[in-house]
């Protein structure tokens, strides 16, 4: 069973910048494509970033693009979500999960992901 953990998040000042990253165990993880999701109290999860299962494509929100950048180390079974220019809109609990769905479809739906992990708290103050 393939369980994720993810950390890195924090306190940062607007236009600041965090590393999270998204530790799994098993030995299956570089099967898998990967995403990034964020959550606001009494909103829905939202999509913010995905990785294929070799790193060669990514995805993005376009509230994130150019800012925020997605990457994994398959032999660290951890993938990474590099934020800069942070903005006080990007507060939210960051979730890293699994792509269980084989799909061409784009990856943003939460849906087709398991192994959540328990989350990261990034703040971001104006």
């Known amino acids: 069973q393939v369980q994720l953990v993810e950390s890195g998040g924090g306190l940062v000042q607007a236009g600041g910048s965090l590393r999270l990253s998204c530790a799994a165990s098993?030995?299956?993880?570089?099967?898998?494509?990967m995403g990034w999701f964020r959550q606001v109290p009494g909103q829905e999860r939202e999509f913010v970033s995905a990785?294929?299962?070799?790193?060669?494509?990514?995805y993005y929100v376009d509230s994130v693009k150019g800012r925020f950048t997605i990457s994994r180390d398959n032999a660290k079974s951890t993938v990474y979500l590099q934020m800069n220019s942070l903005k006080p809109e990007d507060t939210a609990v960051y979730y890293c999960?699994?792509?269980?769905?084989?799909?061409?479809?784009?990856?943003?739906?939460?849906?087709?992901?398991?192994?959540w992990g328990q989350g990261t708290q990034v703040t971001v103050s104006s």
């Open positions: 098993g030995r299956t993880f570089s099967s898998y494509a």
């Open positions: 999960a699994r792509r269980v769905v084989y799909s061409r479809d784009y990856p943003s739906d939460l849906h087709e992901y398991a192994s």
């Open positions: 990785v294929s299962w070799n790193g060669a494509s990514t």
